[in-house]
């Protein structure tokens, strides 16, 4: 089975350029979080949605960042304009949370913002 | 907000030792989960639980609810093992959205 799917892997971009991250979840799953991974902060939820509706976005640092996921297969994060303070890894998981299963997570993008 | 504390934060031992991380937390949660993600940086969920212990192979969890703690321990340790074991809490803010806290993370390396 596939797993979820991240593109791209690496991204290397000038400041103030806009960024797309996606994510494809696991088929049949009904929530998708977006997650920021850095080395002072650590894992941090940015948000997360349930059945393609954004439940809690209260982890996104700012309008710059937003997050769309227009059907179930398939979600975008936007960085616009970017910031080298946004040099991360962000990963995306899956998982279906009703049946209290865990989330299962990308290989992750590493985004520099230059 | 949720307080996740992991410890220890660094942990060096000896191939076949028996390890344990420790995770608390200082609000109720729904679930608890311990995550572990190698030197390549991919992420891999091992447990998660709401309430008493699960085992995977050489790998335990136990949490204790009333104690807002968890642990993972991890029986005849191997090199491979070695990664860093991230806790995170499932829980509910006073909105009612739900929420992840994650720990810190605890840096296992387990010399041959």
């Known amino acids: 089975d596939a797993g979820v799917i991240q593109s791209p892997r690496h991204e290397v971009t000038e400041m103030g350029q806009e960024v797309t991250l996606r994510c494809k979840p696991i088929?049949?799953?009904?929530?998708l979080f977006w997650y920021r991974q850095t080395m002072m902060r650590g894992l941090e939820l940015l948000i997360y949605f349930n059945n393609n509706v954004p439940i809690d976005d209260s982890g996104m640092p700012e309008d710059r960042f937003s997050a769309k996921m227009p059907n179930a297969s398939f979600s975008t994060l936007k960085i616009q304009p970017s910031e080298p303070r946004d040099s991360a890894v962000y990963f995306c998981?899956?998982?279906?949370?009703?049946?209290?299963?865990?989330?299962?997570f990308g290989d992750g993008t590493r985004l520099s913002i230059l | 907000k949720n307080e996740v504390e992991q410890s220890p934060q660094n942990l060096t031992a000896q191939e076949g030792e028996f390890i344990t991380i420790n995770c608390s937390y200082s609000?109720?949660?729904?679930?608890l989960h311990w995550l572990q993600q190698h030197p390549g940086g991919g992420i891999v969920s091992l447990f998660m639980l709401s309430s008493g212990k699960k085992k995977h192979g050489r790998l335990i969890a136990t949490i204790n609810i009333q104690e807002k703690h968890s642990s993972l321990h991890i029986t005849a340790s191997h090199p491979r093992d070695s990664a860093v074991y991230i806790c995170a809490v499932r829980w509910v803010s006073n909105f009612g959205n739900e929420k992840l806290t994650f720990g810190t993370g605890t840096r296992l390396t387990i010399i041959p």
């Open positions: 609000v109720g949660i729904s679930a």
């Open positions: 088929s049949g799953h009904n929530s």
């Open positions: 998981a899956s998982t279906t949370l009703s049946s209290n299963q865990p989330q299962h």
